[in-house]
């Protein structure tokens, strides 16, 4: 079991960063596949960034390239995404999920809510 807790969520002008982490715990980091997702309301869930095990290797949904950055610490159990150049259609609520290719396992945090005012 992966236990996953976002945080750094919150409300921001048009035009302003956020920088979003998410701890894990409950497994070897290193071994995980890292991802952000984002919902919004009336919405289905997107894929936003990934990023692989050493961090070596990232891609992001076109709508975010040259703004956002996901980076990871396997040292600290954590995966960052660096948010910069906000836009309202940037509003959601952004999921940390992990993923584990040896069992195919995949794991959700919380969420946390990010809102971009115009």
């Known amino acids: 079991q992966v236990q996953l807790v976002e945080s750094g969520g919150g409300l921001v002008q048009a035009g302003g960063s956020l920088r979003l982490s998410c701890a894990a715990s409950?497994?070897?980091?290193?071994?995980?596949?890292m991802a952000w997702f984002r919902q919004a309301p009336g919405k289905e869930r997107e894929f936003v960034a990934g990023?692989?095990?050493?961090?070596?290797?990232?891609r992001y949904t076109d709508s975010v390239k040259g703004r956002f950055t996901i980076s990871r610490d396997n040292a600290k159990n954590t995966v960052y995404l660096q948010m910069n150049s906000l836009k309202p259609e940037d509003t959601s609520v952004y999921y940390c999920?992990?993923?584990?290719?040896?069992?195919?396992?995949?794991?959700w945090g919380p969420g946390t809510q990010v809102t971009v005012s115009p």
């Open positions: 999920n992990a993923f584990n290719p040896s069992d195919d396992s995949s794991y």
């Open positions: 409950g497994s070897t980091f290193s071994s995980l596949l």
């Open positions: 990023i692989n095990y050493t961090g070596g290797n990232t």
